[in-house]
C-alpha cells in the first residue's frame, strides 16, 4: 500500500509505502537547506542518507521500521524505493531543471566518480568494490541494493565509480557525498532554459 502527497506550490513530496516487509515513510523537498531527519533502525544508512541530505541541500524526512530480526536487507533496500519515488514526486515534470550532474569526491585516501542524468530512464552502473563484507552491523553488499532501488525509481541514469580506495567506510561515504553534489547540480534550475523540459523529445 502506497500513498503519494505531491505539494502544489513547491518541490516538495510525501511517500508513504506499507509491506508485510517494512513501513516507511519519506518526505523530501528539493529546494531545502540540507536539513535531515533520518531513522530506519540501520545506524550507517541513517549517517549516509543524512550525507545525501546535507550535501544536495534537500530536505530529507525518512521513518523506516523494518523486519531487522531477519536483516538489513528489506530495510535499506525498501528505504532506497521510498525515497526515489518521493524524488521523482518532488521532481515533477522536469521543467527548467539542468538535468545532468557529476562530481568527484575525494575522502583522505579514496576517490569517487558520481555522474548522472535525471533522465526518467532508471539504470545503475556500480563499480565499487569493499575490502570489508561489514561497515558497524550494515552488509556493504547492500549499498548496491540502495542504490539500484534509489535509481530505479528516482528515474535516474546513475553512474557510480570508485576510482581507488581502501577504508569501506570512506568508499561508501564518498558514494554518497558523490552521488548528492551530483543530484544538486542536475536539480538545479536553469534560468536559460525558460522553464523548457530540457529534452527535444519535449518531456522527461
Known sequence: MQKHIKSADSRRATV???T???TISATVDLDGTGAYDVSTGVGFLDH???QLARHSLMDITLKAEGDL???QHHTTEDSGIVLGQAFAQALGD???ITRYGSAYLPMDET???VAL????RPFLIWQVEFTRSKIGEMDTELFREWFQAFSQHAGLTLHVENLYGENSHHIAETCYKALARALRQAIAVDE???GRVPSTKGQL
Open 192 to 194: 536559460r532554459q525558460s
Open 117 to 120: 542524468d535525471a533522465s526518467g
Open 69 to 71: 530480526y531477519i536483516d
Open 16 to 18: 508513504n509505502r506499507r
Open 20 to 22: 508485510k516487509e517494512t
Open 111 to 113: 576517490l569517487t566518480r
Open 94 to 96: 522536469k521543467a527548467g
Open 48 to 50: 549516509m542518507i543524512e
